[in-house]
């Protein structure tokens, strides 16, 4: 019941709404917007009611109202374009059919390339969880998301799992491969593809945001000999888990337990042909409670030198993996709301919309950046 005094305001829109609509301004200015539609070749030769600046935030508001009809969306964002701005312009709300074609005349290009124009490590040194010694920590993980099982969406992703004997509904799905700021669990880098695809070849195009001065950890998923060449070339060094029972002989054993070694591709022996990559081995006891409690675990490493980074260290970078992992599905998943599957029935719909919640996320993570 309101209070005496209180009047019903005209609109239903909240100050959160106009907040999260200036977030993303803010992270994403207007002219960081025009510059990716000028690069993309999506500047309109007439004026239209839709003009594509307002439809990538238009598709930006998609996943902040993810439960919201088209329209409602639009009218969220106007409102809070307006806010934000502090000018009231005269405007026509579209009709759904107009929503759809200014969002098929965009593609995804823009979102994608909006977020590879801003998404950069948010952690300052010294930052809780982002930093060991003097290595900023990053990630690698995967996910999937379901999205309508059109007939274009299946052909283009492929039908739905549990066509396939598996899980996932009615829906099909999307494979996503995310490089992570692990300090402030900002997604920098990403990769999309089908449900069958292997996530070692996706990750295969983040590569390039890896730098110097960098520490990569990653599952024992992700191993294999030409990414782990890849990486290390980057400049960047590593820390993965690999198979327990892996060939891997002792060269030279170090104080604090671990040792030396190579690793080769496939099966090849030693006395290949092909030059082995070296390595340092650690090999740690996981005493958490879990699947894996008790098992020996052991980690590759680029960090040849156990002075600069002890093998009881490196052990314990990794084992906050696990709160990774957990983290970046959580927020995902809170993010679209639960049971909320992406709107699209199209392949470049669906990819124009996982970025512009790549988009959103990052901004989300930018506002609580970690000092």
């Given at each position: 019941m309101p209070r005496a005094g209180w009047v019903k305001p005209d609109s239903d829109q909240r100050l959160s709404d106009h907040l999260a609509i200036g977030v993303l301004t803010r992270t994403f200015p207007p002219d960081v917007v025009d510059e990716v539609l000028v690069e993309r070749g999506r500047v309109e030769r007439r004026n239209r009611l839709l003009p594509a600046r307002v439809v990538v935030y238009y598709v930006l508001a998609l996943a902040v109202f993810a439960s919201c009809s088209y329209e409602d969306v639009m009218r969220k964002l106007v409102s809070g374009l307006e806010w934000a701005s502090g000018r009231s312009p005269q405007w026509t709300t579209p009709t759904k059919a107009a929503i759809f074609q200014a969002r098929k005349r965009l593609g995804s290009e823009p979102l994608r390339a909006l977020h590879e124009r801003v998404a950069v490590p948010l952690s300052d040194p010294g930052a809780p969880d982002s930093w060991y010694r003097s290595w900023r920590l990053m990630s690698i993980h995967g996910s999937t998301i379901d999205v309508p099982a059109s007939d274009a969406n299946i052909e283009r992703f492929g039908p739905p799992p549990s066509s396939r004997g598996g899980r996932g509904g009615?829906?099909?799905?999307?494979?996503?491969?995310?490089?992570?700021?692990?300090?402030?669990?900002?997604?920098?880098?990403?990769?999309?593809?089908?449900?069958?695809?292997?996530?070692?070849?996706?990750?295969?195009?983040?590569?390039?945001?890896?730098?110097?001065?960098?520490?990569?950890?990653?599952?024992?998923?992700?191993?294999?000999?030409?990414?782990?060449?890849?990486?290390?070339?980057?400049?960047?060094?590593?820390?993965?888990?690999?198979?327990?029972?892996?060939?891997?002989?002792?060269?030279?054993?170090?104080?604090?337990?671990?040792?030396?070694?190579?690793?080769?591709?496939?099966?090849?022996?030693?006395?290949?042909?092909?030059?082995?990559?070296?390595?340092?081995?650690?090999?740690?006891?996981?005493?958490?409670?879990?699947?894996?409690?008790?098992?020996?675990?052991?980690?590759?490493?680029?960090?040849?030198?156990?002075?600069?980074?002890?093998?009881?260290?490196?052990?314990?970078?990794?084992?906050?993996?696990?709160?990774?992992?957990?983290?970046?599905?959580?927020?995902?998943?809170?993010?679209?709301?639960?049971?909320?599957?992406?709107r699209s029935k199209t392949p470049d719909g669906v990819i124009q919309e996982i970025y512009g919640h790549l988009c959103v996320h990052y901004a989300i993570r930018s506002l609580l950046r970690i000092k």
């Open positions: 009615g829906f099909t799905q999307v494979r996503l491969l995310g490089l992570v700021e692990c300090g402030s669990r900002a997604i920098i880098d990403a990769a999309l593809g089908t449900y069958e695809h292997r996530e070692q070849a996706m990750a295969e195009s983040i590569v390039r945001s890896l730098r110097p001065g960098m520490l990569l950890i990653a599952d024992r998923t992700f191993f294999g000999y030409r990414l782990w060449d890849l990486c290390r070339s980057s400049g960047a060094d590593l820390l993965w888990r690999t198979r327990h029972e892996s060939a891997l002989p002792v060269e030279k054993r170090y104080h604090d337990g671990s040792f030396a070694s190579h690793v080769y591709p496939g099966t090849r022996a030693r006395h290949s042909d092909v030059d082995g990559i070296a390595v340092r081995v650690v090999e740690f006891v996981r005493t958490a409670s879990g699947d894996d409690e008790g098992r020996i675990h052991r980690l590759l490493t680029t960090i040849s030198d156990p002075e600069a980074a002890p093998a009881n260290e490196l052990a314990r970078v990794y084992s906050r993996l696990s709160e990774i992992e957990t983290t970046f599905d959580v927020l995902a998943a809170l993010q679209r709301g639960r049971g909320v599957v992406l």
